[in-house]
């Protein structure tokens, strides 16, 4: 009874202990096989020309950019594919960091993928966007908002007799990306979005393009309105201590206009945390504007624990008196002096200097493992080291702990029950 005990507790925390705690915040691509030729568009950065990775990738798949110029905007705007052909199954977690011409990161974001064993169908027909997303109206130079839409297939699979192949109905909304990504117009009678979903289009497993559209209205409003603030450069410094106070260097704010237009700003723009306070990830949101025109827009920081500086003189202290009294045992006895003894100079002692753990906050990309920049248009990206890590918030791991105790429990429980019953019976 006891082992079964031990064993239930022991299985519920290595199930929560060894979830990868990038997923809670990654972007999940979906659709990809072993054996089945597999590409998906993970983003469209505005005003990045090049990019690099850190992580893992599947095997077989590989990433590659395609660059477009938007004249209305005034800037590049980037694309990165997921593409190739899956040669393993397993779940994979990897990093994207967007970068402008002079190789500033303008967007960094975590992405996982799960490669399949078996493909839920042989090829594709055709897509149908069965609801379009919430957000129908924007003006010009915002980005498009994909919440709310789905999209379903017509897709073949063999029947039980593997004779023929027969169509179903299957969603496929996790597989779709759109094109464009942001409104480069201010014609108010609106524009088609596409949508498109690469999949295999024939039994020989031959990718193809599937598409189909949504409209929306782009609407006129003062040309010197501002209508988005983006933080087109996040600051310097995203890894803090608690008491810290933010910084802002480095940090570069862009505003849309009603005109499509955009301009980079310096002034105008407010940010609702000054001093941080509290362990772990903390939003940080910057408004352009006051009242009913104020724009907002947003960025992450970490938050650690800093380091005790009454533990850190301590142990000096403490260091200090066991060398002394190394010093004073290793010294012969002296025979005592019938002259009074004269006085000495006190010795300075040299300070014990703290382990570099103990003195330094812990960087969660260090200097040394800064990746290569890549050009991307027209080839493949080299990988970044991939020695890199990601902290996680103390909060995260404190949820964690709890639901740990209470399954635990509830297994607990739910065994002894079993055993009174059996021994009642």
Known sequence: MKKRIICGILAAMMIFLLLPMQAFAAQKVSGAYVGRPFENALATIAGAERFSYSGTLPEG???????RYSHDQNMNLLTVFLTGTPTKAGSYSFDVNYKDKDGNSVNKTSYTITVGETAPFAFMHSIDVYKWPNKIEYYPGEEIDTTGMIVYATVYKLNKDKTAYEPFTYEVTDMAWIKPGYVDTDNVDGMNIEVFVNAPKDQEGNLGTFSDHFRITVKRTDPTTVTRVEIYKQPAKLTYTVGETLDLT????RIHKGDGTAADVTTGYT???????EVGTKTVTVTYGEGDSAVTATFEVTVTEAVSSSASSSKEESSSASSSKVEESSKPAEEPSSEPESESEPV??????????ESEPVVEEPVSSEPEEVEVIGGDVEEEDNNKKSGVPLWTWI?????????????ALFLIGRKRIDDQY
């Open 271 to 277: 940010v609702d945390t000054t001093k941080l306070e």
């Open 348 to 357: 300075e002692e040299e300070p014990v200097e703290e382990p570099s753990s």
């Open 399 to 411: 949820i964690i702990v709890l639901l740990v105790i209470l399954i635990a429990a509830a297994v």
């Open 250 to 253: 480095g940090m570069q704010i």
């Open 61 to 67: 798949l590989t990433l590659r950019g395609e660059m």
